[in-house]
C-alpha cells in the first residue's frame, strides 16, 4: 500500500550508468518470479463479461510476455485471476514479484537499456515524467483509440478514477492506466474519540488538539502517528499534503522552491506534531509500523492510505475491529485539503515488439476493466477484498458497500469526498528528475524530524541540491 504505500526510499538520481550498475548487482536478487501453473483454469462461461466487447481477444495468440508486480494482495488476486486471461486470449504471461524498493530502479534498467524483459510492470505515477520525456514508455491513447483493441463503450476508460488517470498522464496523453489506488483519509478510534467527546478533525489545529487530548507521555500512550520514514514514498508521501494545505507550491515562475514559508511552516507543524503527541520511534516508522500500532490499539489515529483498513481489520491481528472511523484529511491554514492521489498502474514498455505490445495492451485492458475489478472485490472469494478499485462507478456500487462494511464507519463516503474534492495532481512536484527530489526532500525532512536540523535549515540545503540536480 502506498507508495501504495509499500514503496521504499525513491533511488538517488540515477544517471543511466549507475541504472545499469544498479540492476546488475541486483541480478536476480528480487526475484520471486510466479507463472501460471497450479492455478485452475476458468471455464469458458466465466469468460462471458469479457467476451461481449467487441474485439478479438486472440489476436496475439501464442505471445508471451512477463510482467512485474510488487508482493501485495491486491497484484496476488490478479496473479490467481490469471488463467482466466490465458484462456481469453491465447497469450502466456509470467508474472515476476520484485520487492518495492527494487521494482522502480529494475524498471527504470530495463527501459533504458531497451532491453524489454518487461511487456509491463506495476508503476508509480511519479516516475511518468521520467518515462515520458526519454520516450520509455508509449503513450497509450493509440490504443485506446484503435477500435482493433480497443471497445470503447464496453472499457469505458472515463470511468477510471480521473485523478489517477490525471497522475498518469504528461500534457494529455496517458502513459499508464491504473489498477489499484488510494487517498489519504483520517483513521481514528471511534469509541476513543468518543469517551473523550471529539470529533474527527476538520483543520490541521483541531488535529493537533486531539492529538494533544489522547497524549499521556507519562504513561507512554500516544494520540498520534505519520509516517517518519525516510524515503519519497514515506515522510514524502505525507509532507507534500501538509506543504499544500499550508499553501506551499513547488514550482514558482519555473524555479523549484522547497524551502519557502509555506513549506518551512509545514515542516515546523510535522515536526511539532510527532514531537509532542506521537510515540518517539515514529520517526522511523513505515505505514505497517503505522497501521500494526493501531491494529493493536496503541495509538487512537493516523492519517494514512484508505488501502491500510485492509490491514487494521484483519481478524487474526486487530484488537480494534468494530471501533474504528474515517474522515477526510483536515484543512490547512490555507483552507485546502490536500489528499494523496496514488496508485499503480500500467504502462507498455516502448521497446517490446509489436505482438509484445499487443499482448501488453490486452492484458491491461483485462486488468483494468470493470469485470477483473469486481472479481478482484466483492466476487472475490477470499479474506481481504480489494479496496483500491479503480473505477468510479465501482466504488459507488452497492456491491462494494457490502463488501467493504469490514471496514469501519464513514469509509467509503471519506474515500469518495476525498476522490471528488481534495485530489491535487500536483500534489508532488510532477517532473523527470522525481527520483532525486523526492529522495532529497525525504532526507531533509527525516533530519528535522529526528531533531538534527531545523526545519528552514534542512529545506536550505535541500533547495541547493534540488536547485543542482535540476541543472543537471
Known amino acids: 500500500m502506498s507508495e501504495r504505500s509499500f514503496g521504499g526510499r ?22 520471486v518470479g510466479s507463472s501460471l501453473a497450479g492455478a485452475a483454469f476458468a471455464q469458458a462461461d466465466d469468460l462471458g463479461a469479457y467476451k461481449s466487447a467487441k474485439i478479438n481477444w486472440r489476436q496475439a495468440e501464442g505471445e508471451s510476455i512477463t510482467v512485474a508486480l510488487i508482493p501485495a494482495s491486491y497484484f496476488d488476486i490478479l496473479i490467481g485471476l490469471g488463467p482466466q486471461f490465458e484462456a481469453l486470449t491465447g497469450i502466456k504471461v509470467r508474472f515476476e514479484k520484485i520487492p518495492p524498493g527494487q521494482i522502480r530502479q529494475k524498471a527504470m534498467l530495463d527501459l533504458s ?8 510492470s506495476a508503476t ?16 497509450l491513447d493509440q490504443y485506446l483509440d484503435d477500435k482493433t483493441l480497443t471497445d470503447a463503450a464496453w472499457f469505458n476508460v472515463d470511468d477510471v478514477i480521473k485523478s489517477w488517470r490525471d497522475s498518469a498522464s504528461i500534457n494529455g496523453k496517458l502513459y499508464g492506466m491504473p489498477y ?3 487517498v489519504t483519509v483520517q483513521v481514528y478510534r471511534k469509541d476513543l474519540y468518543a469517551a473523550k467527546g471529539l470529533k ?50 513547488w514550482i514558482e515562475g519555473g524555479k523549484v ?29 513505515n505505514w505497517p509500523d503505522i497501521a500494526d500500532a493501531f491494529s493493536q490499539g496503541n495509538i487512537p489515529c493516523y492519517i494514512d492510505a484508505s488501502s491500510s483498513a485492509t490491514v487494521i481489520t484483519n481478524p487474526e491481528k486487530s484488537k480494534v475491529i468494530g471501533k474504528i472511523a474515517y474522515a477526510r484529511w483536515p484543512k490547512g491554514p490555507s483552507g485546502k485539503r490536500v489528499t494523496s492521489i496514488w496508485n499503480w498502474g500500467f504502462p507498455i514498455n516502448a521497446a517490446a515488439s509489436p505482438k509484445q505490445k499487443k499482448a501488453a495492451w490486452l ?11 469486481i472479481r478482484g472485490s466483492w466476487k472475490y472469494a477470499g479474506a481481504g477484498k480489494r479496496s483500491g478499485v479503480n473505477r468510479l462507478s465501482l466504488v459507488r456500487a452497492p456491491e462494494f458497500a457490502t463488501a467493504m462494511q469490514y471496514a469501519g464507519d464513514n469509509f467509503i463516503p471519506a474515500v469518495l469526498e476525498s476522490l471528488n474534492q481534495d485530489t491535487d495532481v500536483d500534489w508532488r512536484p510532477r517532473v ?41
Not at 485492458?365 to 475489478?373: I, L, S
Not at 522525481?434 to 524530524?449: C, H, K, R, S, V
Request: with cysteine; proline share 7%.
Open 10 to 31: 525513491g533511488p538517488r538520481n540515477p544517471g543511466r550508468r549507475e541504472i545499469l550498475r544498479q540492476g546488475a548487482a541486483m541480478g536476480a536478487a528480487g526475484l
Open 113 to 120: 537499456s531497451k532491453t524489454a524483459t518487461y511487456a509491463t
Open 124 to 139: 508509480d505515477p511519479m516516475y511518468y515524467p521520467l518515462y515520458a520525456s526519454n520516450k520509455w514508455v508509449d503513450d
Open 180 to 182: 489499484d489506488g488510494e
Open 200 to 249: 474527527p478533525a476538520d483543520t490541521y489545529d483541531e488535529f493537533v488538539s486531539n492529538a494533544k487530548a489522547l497524549t499521556d507521555a507519562s504513561a507512554r500512550t500516544y494520540g498520534v502517528a505519520l509516517r517518519g520514514f525516510a524515503g519519497a514514498g514515506q515522510n514524502m508521501y505525507i509532507y507534500p499534503s501538509l506543504f499544500r494545505g499550508f499553501g506551499g507550491t
Open 257 to 285: 522552491d522547497v524551502n519557502s514559508k509555506p513549506a518551512v511552516d509545514a515542516l515546523a507543524w510535522y515536526v511539532d506534531l510527532l514531537t509532542k503527541y506521537a510515540p518517539p520511534a515514529v520517526r522511523n516508522w
Open 363 to 373: 492484458f491491461i485492458t483485462w486488468a483494468c476493466c470493470a469485470e477483473t475489478q
Open 432 to 472: 523527470p528528475q522525481w527520483p532525486a527530489i523526492g529522495d532529497t526532500m525525504a532526507t531533509a525532512i527525516q533530519a528535522a524530524l529526528v531533531g538534527q536540523k531545523k526545519p528552514k535549515e534542512a529545506l536550505d540545503e535541500a533547495q541547493a541540491r534540488i536547485q543542482q540536480i535540476l541543472k543537471g
